[in-house]
């Protein structure tokens, strides 16, 4: 694999996000580098965190719309090849703006994630994860929710969509 193969994967990503809750605050989780912070609409960037996995081609990155400093990254279908982490794929969330990551045991590999719309069901968080990918405990892929920040999931459609 060339250089310029390499540049046209890093494309794939999708790790820079605008904080719903702050104006002029952005993410970002460049996939070789740190995870970085812009509280200034992007003129100046922080590293805030280096612990995220490294060498990340499709990832992507969510802010949390209902939750401030609330964010999810997954590492994409090939993982990563390195980083702080013991298994270089899955899902990892941070609780305090991209200061400290932690990885969600629950998934094996983890394609990809989006945030909605909770529930409403008395106890239910007010927003939805969904992720994409293969849980640690089942061999079989499909999309999984999440109404209570990560702690239980749900499979709502196997994998190409049959349930």
Not at 103 to 114: M, S, V
Not at 122 to 137: H, I, L, P, Q, R
Request: proline residues 4%.
């Amino acid at each position: 694999m060339c250089s310029s193969d390499l540049w046209n994967l890093s494309l794939k990503q999708q790790t820079l996000r605008a904080d719903p809750n702050v104006p002029d605050k952005f993410y970002l989780k460049t996939a070789y580098g740190p995870f970085y912070v812009s509280t200034d609409g992007g003129v100046t960037w922080n590293a805030m965190s280096d612990a995220l996995p490294i060498g990340t081609l499709h990832a992507v990155l969510q802010a949390n719309r209902a939750l401030a400093n609330d964010l999810w990254f997954v590492d994409g279908y090939e993982g990563a090849w390195s980083g702080s982490f013991p298994s270089p794929h899955g899902v990892f969330r941070s609780s305090n703006g991209g200061t400290t990551w932690s990885r969600l045991e629950d998934f094996d590999i983890a394609a990809t994630i989006a945030l909605g719309k909770g529930s409403g069901q008395a106890g239910d968080a007010a927003y939805s994860v969904y992720v994409y990918g293969k849980m640690t405990s089942d061999a079989k892929w499909g999309m999984f929710r999440s109404n209570d920040g990560g702690a239980t999931w749900a499979r709502i459609a196997y994998y190409p969509a049959s349930i």
